[in-house]
């Protein structure tokens, strides 16, 4: 074999490899998370959220970050401060109802607010929609009282 064929072997070798440990962790990375923090339940006790570390073997600047709002592409090749991700539960039978992207609770993270009524819920800045409808409270404008 030719070194300029060897070099090319190896380069796509290479390139093998390291996309496929990227793809695996990308699967692996919430399928082997660890949970992070004790659950955080909803007043009205509807939902329930649950803090996770993602489960990361490649470094993690290999990993993108994506903008909290998500209107903005991704940073690559930055180093996180914390990573995590959330789950938004039913807490009344435990369905899992939606789940954040994985995101750094260091820069983007924050207090926990149940919404006040707009259906919405915010961790520091990532947002995490309400869309239960026979959780009465949730929208306390939307709601009609009998009387």
Not at 39 to 57: E, L, Q
Not at 113 to 130: A, C, P, Q
Request: proline letters at 8%; glycine letters at 10%; one cysteine or more.
């Amino acid at each position: 074999m030719k070194p300029a064929s060897r070099r090319i072997a190896f380069f796509v070798a290479y390139i093998t490899i390291a996309g496929g440990l990227w793809t695996a962790s990308n699967w692996w990375e919430r399928g082997w998370a660890t949970k992070d923090s004790e659950s955080s339940i909803s007043p009205n006790g509807c939902y329930r959220i649950d803090s996770f570390k993602p489960y990361w073997v490649l470094p993690d600047f290999l990993h993108p970050m994506p903008h909290p709002f998500g209107d903005l592409p991704p940073k690559w090749f930055v180093w996180w401060g914390n990573p995590a991700f959330l789950r938004l539960y039913d807490h009344r039978n435990g369905d899992l109802i939606s789940e954040t992207e994985i995101y750094d609770a260091e820069s983007d993270g924050g207090q926990l607010h149940w919404g006040n009524g707009s259906g919405n819920v915010w961790i520091g800045m990532i947002r995490m929609e309400l869309n239960l409808p026979d959780c009465i409270g949730d929208i306390p404008g939307k709601v009609r009282r009998e009387q």
